[in-house]
């Protein structure tokens, strides 16, 4: 019988472990989803220069629960973000990327055309957002947006004057101005 006792008392140890771990895993996601929520909350209307967007959990069990996205942009009604269009959604998931990374935001983040479906006018927000964040991150980001560019301190670029053959091209920004005033 002593063997098992001794099972007994180890699968009481383990249960009461899951349960800790589940315990402290739900308050830690709990206060993760409220911050990230609250940071979704500021970063939608700069981006969009006005609405609102939250995140809805989909479920009672935080641990099981989904995700929900509800975005409105100025002027729409609350949607969903499947019925946003391309430029639209686009800037929604660029706001809850930035809420996510303002969690513990990292020294430098590169951003690979995230700027391509915004029009002109998305793309200004998303610049002043990004030189805003830049006095505590550093960006490198790829572009072919003229907008996006502007807002650069330094740009590097690839040619291809000869077939096969590339070439770098880097522009500080700050001296092309001085130099262009200078002219």
Known sequence: ???VN??????????????????????????TFK???????????ELFGGGQAR????????????????????????????????????????????AIFMLNPAPFCLLDEVDAPLDDANTERYAKL??????STQFLFISHNKIAMEMAR?????????QGVSRIVAVDMESAVSLAEAH
């Open 1 to 3: 019988f002593a063997g």
């Open 6 to 31: 001794a099972d007994q008392c180890v699968m009481t140890t383990l249960e009461d472990a899951i349960k800790k771990i589940d315990g402290e895993t739900r308050e830690l996601l709990g206060g």
């Open 35 to 45: 911050i990230v929520n609250e940071h979704f909350g500021k970063m939608f209307p």
């Open 55 to 98: 995140l809805v959990m989909t479920g009672d069990e935080i641990l099981d629960a989904g995700v929900q996205v509800i975005a409105q942009p100025p002027g729409k009604k609350n949607q969903t973000i499947h019925l946003l269009s391309g430029g639209e959604k686009a800037l929604t998931a660029i706001a809850l990327v930035f």
């Open 130 to 135: 990004v030189s805003s964040m830049s006095k």
């Open 154 to 162: 330094q740009l590097i670029g690839v040619t291809m004057q000869e």
